[in-house]
């Protein structure tokens, strides 16, 4: 669980009502069923419009992704693949193939099957590159989804505010009622434009993040793969591949290597 996501929707929705009632709010106004239908229902309706089936059928798993998806660890990543340009400058790039099922990443056996199977240089970085541009494509699509629902909210919050102020306007008659009914009307605008900000467009922000961050680990691997069957040196591989990290993960990967070699 990426609790970073869950306390930051948390904390956000219960600023908000934590705010309504310190200024003397009923909470129990907050919550109305039929607002809750339009906005919502609405929402989802209006972005399915523009979605394949199969888009559709993705949304559970994009949240997946968003709230319990796991970041690839590239130190340890880093440490194979220099462990791999040892082990192929020492037995050749043969000796490769009884370490390709050591790893759970398909992208990462693909391309070491490619080296080892003598493939061209150039055609190993092409096809790896493509399968990059194509999951890159698809998290675009993915993260459209949100981007789109927020952009949805809002307005169906309006379309729900207009509808109960025109029934609002057909009990004029009603004076004591006017208040409670125009407060009502308004909370499905509250419901868009805080599902807007809160939910939808934080979710599409996370997905952008998880994407860049497997993006990162792909080009890693697209460049440590290729640097393997050029022969490079191990260790200078090793620093070659930190240049992908943001310094901080930079200063990890030294301090981890200044403790392997001490021990």
Avoid: C
């Avoid at 039929?34 to 994009?62: C, N």
């Avoid at 043969?94 to 493939?119: S, Y």
């Avoid at 009603?174 to 809160?198: E, K």
Wanted: charged fraction near 20%; aromatic fraction near 8%; proline fraction near 4%.
């Amino acid at each position: 669980m990426d609790f970073a996501s869950v306390f930051g929707m948390i904390a956000g929705i219960g600023a908000l009502v934590t705010a309504f009632v310190l200024e003397g709010g009923d909470i129990y106004a907050l919550f109305q069923g039929t607002a809750a239908l339009i906005v919502f229902g609405g929402t989802f309706a209006a972005t399915a419009v523009g979605l394949s089936r199969d888009q559709i059928l993705a949304i559970p798993a994009l949240l997946k992704v968003a709230f319990l998806g796991k970041t690839k660890d590239p130190h340890r990543l880093i440490r194979d693949l220099v462990e791999l340009a040892g082990t192929a400058r020492k037995e050749g790039l043969l000796a490769l193939e009884e370490r390709i099922e050591e790893f759970e990443d398909p992208f990462m056996k693909q391309g070491i099957q490619l080296i080892v199977d003598g493939v061209d240089p150039e055609l190993v970085r092409t096809m790896l590159e493509t399968d990059v541009q194509f999951l890159e494509n698809r998290h675009r699509q993915g993260v459209a989804i949100f981007e789109a629902a927020g952009g949805y909210a809002p307005t169906m919050g309006i379309i729900g505010t207009v509808m109960g102020l025109v029934h609002v306007l057909s009990n004029l008659s009603d004076i004591q009622s006017l208040g409670p009914l125009i407060a009502t009307a308004f909370i499905a605008t509250l419901y868009g434009v805080a599902s807007a900000n809160l939910i939808y467009f934080p979710i599409a922000t996370k997905l952008k993040l998880r994407s860049d961050e497997e993006i990162m680990i792909r080009e890693l691997i697209i460049e440590g793969v290729l640097s393997i069957q050029a022969g490079e040196n191990p260790t200078l591989l090793g620093q070659k591949l930190k240049a992908f990290l943001p310094p901080k993960w930079r200063e990890i990967e030294e301090r981890k290597g200044d403790s392997r070699e001490a021990a």
